[in-house]
């Protein structure tokens, strides 16, 4: 299991965009699934967007065409780029790292707080 340390949360205005970060603490391995979930006051945590090691993407139909997952190897970072922000992306945001081999090992994120409002 890995550390994540998650970085880039704050409050931005409608329309703008905001890039979030999430640093693992040692190497992730050649597979996995990375990607951010959020989760909202009084809901139920869902996911953003997800990327596996064979490059393959998912993402939330809210937020697709509009979020990018990225995952940088030689710096065990994990990202997600988000432009056109609506108030409705108000959450707590949560990196997430499955990885696949040896065995499947879940880490988590300890959250950071996106505030879209003007």
């Known amino acids: 299991q890995v550390s994540l340390v998650e970085s880039g949360g704050g409050l931005v205005q409608p329309g703008g965009s905001l890039r979030l970060s999430c640093v693992a603490s040692?190497?992730?391995?050649?597979?996995?699934?990375v990607g951010w979930y959020r989760q909202a006051p009084e809901k139920r945590r869902e996911l953003v967007g997800s990327?596996?090691?064979?490059?393959?993407?998912r993402y939330s139909g809210s937020v697709k065409g509009r979020f990018t997952v990225a995952a940088d190897e030689t710096k065990n970072e994990i990202s997600l780029q988000m432009t056109n922000l609506k108030p409705e992306d108000t959450a707590v945001y949560y990196c997430?790292?499955?990885?696949?081999?040896?065995?499947?090992?879940?880490?988590w994120g300890q959250g950071t707080q996106v505030t879209v409002s003007s």
């Open positions: 990327l596996s090691s064979s490059n393959t993407t």
């Open positions: 997430n790292v499955v990885q696949l081999s040896p065995e499947r090992v879940e880490s």
């Open positions: 040692g190497n992730i391995g050649s597979l996995y699934v």
